[in-house]
């Protein structure tokens, strides 16, 4: 085993890259995950949380700030985005696409500079998907535990999180099927798992299952009929101006969604009785739920961030 492991080292230097490493060596199994983070959790927040969002459009504008209006007063949030961002590229080891436009508002902090401010009590990481390109192409585990590290050393009481994201609706492997498989064998094993591996012992990057709230919300809609003024998945999706569906970013019911997942993992609280006709991130009223549909909304967030118990909610 150790020639083993001393061979795909220097495979993997002679190779210029750790992806090679993490794609060759067996990555840590979902149950050692979940072994390292249930029952591990940070205090209850009592005031404001000041937090840094990194990522991409499936962060985009609208849902930090929703999250902001779910916050108490005082709450504070900037962020760094791209298209279809890296970790990697994030850390200036590739180009950031669509930096410009995505990086044109208020709340634009370079990521570098805020990570390394120490002016955070959390930080959520966000890796591109298809997140199977990311692990084999973008060496996903190396950068998040890099950002990890660079935070830590910032700030030793950072509260460090890993958004996971969703994949296209029209996936020909099935959305909710994609959802429930690469929860384990990617966000997990391969994302969270190796770069926890690298962190020492007791540092940990907490969950924001996104995706399986949204899938689990689905299914209990879908389940009725609909309900309110959501039909079925795709009505938490966009559309463009034509009708054409756009089969990966989310409106403003589906970003509300996602923001209550960050509510409840952020503050550890439960987000039932949140208000749910919020703005934009521009002051314009987004599109609200319908109280029926809003409630379903908190009590399944609740629920799944609850049932996981990968998020560093105390007990």
Known sequence: MTRRKTILASLAAALGGGGLYWALTRPPSAASVRARLLGKSVTTPTAPMGVFHLGHSLVNRDMPAMLAQLAPSGHRYDSQLGWGTTLQAHW??????????????????????????????????????EIRASIRYYDSPEYLAKWAEKALKARPDVRLYLYETWHQLDDPEGWLERIDLDHERYWLSRVLGP?????????????????????????????????????????????????????????????????????????????????????????????????????????????????????????
Do not use: C
């Not at 669509?98 to 890796?127: C, K, W």
């Open 92 to 129: 200036g080891d590739a180009p950031i696409n669509g930096f410009e436009a995505e990086n044109a508002h208020p709340r634009f902090r370079p990521a570098m500079e805020a990570v390394q401010s120490g002016d955070y009590d959390a930080i959520v990481l966000t890796e591109m998907v």
């Open 195 to 315: 770069a926890l591996a690298r962190l020492p012992d007791g540092t940990n990057i907490f969950l924001i299952p996104a995706g399986p709230v949204l899938a689990a919300f689905v299914r209990e809609v879908e389940a009725k009929g609909g309900l309110g003024n959501v039909r079925d998945r795709t009505d938490l999706f966009s559309r463009a101006e034509d009708g054409t569906q756009d089969v990966i970013h989310l409106n403003d019911l589906g970003n509300y969604l996602v923001a209550l997942t960050h509510y409840t993992v952020l503050y550890q609280q439960s987000t039932v009785g949140l208000p749910h006709a919020l703005m934009r991130a521009d002051g314009s009223p987004a599109a609200a739920p319908t109280l029926e549909t809003a409630r379903l909304m908190q009590e399944v967030t609740d629920s799944v961030v609850r049932n996981l118990g990968l998020s560093g909610l105390s007990a």
